[in-house]
T-cell receptor
Framework: QKEVEQNSGPLSVPEGAIASLNCTYSDRGSQSFFWYRQYSGKSPELIMSIYSNGDKEDGRFTAQLNKASQYVSLLIRDSQPSDSATYLCAVRNTGRRALTFGSGTRLQVQP | SAVISQKPSRDICQRGTSLTIQCQVDSQVTMMFWYRQQPGQSLTLIATANQGSEATYESGFVIDKFPISRPNLTFSTLTVSNMSPEDSSIYLC????????????FGEGSWLTVV
């Protein structure tokens, strides 16, 4: 079982729609969760972090965390073609400082 | 966050040679990490580099192949030794900033192609 699992996609949504990206993790003791965006040919860029159960909103982005279900998601409202990228879920596992990454979900926003 | 600079940004290397990647941060950081991203894959941690101590390598990565230096709190190098085409990857330096919460940021990456 992979430590951090994501659907590889591609996830295709029309411009203006809500994109929903999902991630599950295996280490029940994990406390810190991150979403990164990676454009083709670029390095990962931090979008959001979340540490507590519930929702955290930042502009068009909302991260959702459910530790009981070991599930974290990212919602992108009013999706734009510029949001087309690979979204990486990352988890800081118990006792580690480095992050463990999922394989990423490729998002395509259709104009 | 801060500025994290990597050199080289891109290189084409001959099989059997070695290349050293430099990572410079514009502020002092305790934790630095080196990741590899092979084509079409996600990020895999190579090692954690702390100033003043030996790097800690992940399973599947060894010091002879990926020697790391961390001479101070703003700089680190990763050497990819005796390269083969399988080493063609993006190598990413990342640092941890501790504020309200510990967050990891990445440098621009070093794109290596081994021919």
């Amino acid at each position: 079982q992979k430590e951090v699992e994501q659907n590889s996609g591609p996830l295709s949504v029309p411009e203006g729609a809500i994109a929903s990206l999902n991630c599950t993790y295996s280490d029940r003791g994990s406390q810190s969760f991150f979403w990164y965006r990676q454009y083709s040919g670029k390095s990962p860029e931090l979008i959001m972090s979340i540490y507590s159960n519930g929702d955290k909103e930042d502009g068009r982005f909302t991260a959702q965390l459910n530790k009981a279900s070991q599930y974290v998601s990212l919602l992108i409202r009013d999706s734009q073609p510029s949001d087309s990228a690979t979204y990486l879920c990352a988890v800081r596992n118990t006792g580690r400082r480095a992050l463990t990454f999922g394989s990423g979900t490729r998002l395509q926003v259709q104009p | 966050s801060a500025v994290i600079s990597q050199k080289p940004s891109r290189d084409i290397c001959q099989r059997g040679t070695s290349l050293t990647i430099q990572c410079q941060v514009d502020s002092q950081v305790t934790m630095m990490f080196w990741y590899r991203q092979q084509p079409g894959q996600s990020l895999t941690l190579i090692a954690t580099a702390n100033q003043g101590s030996e790097a800690t390598y992940e399973s599947g990565f060894v010091i002879d192949k990926f020697p790391i230096s961390r001479p101070n709190l703003t700089f680190s190098t990763l050497t990819v030794s005796n390269m083969s085409p399988e080493d063609s990857s993006i190598y990413l330096c990342s640092v941890e900033f501790t504020g309200a919460a510990a967050t990891i940021y990445f440098g621009e990456g070093s794109w290596l192609t081994v021919v």
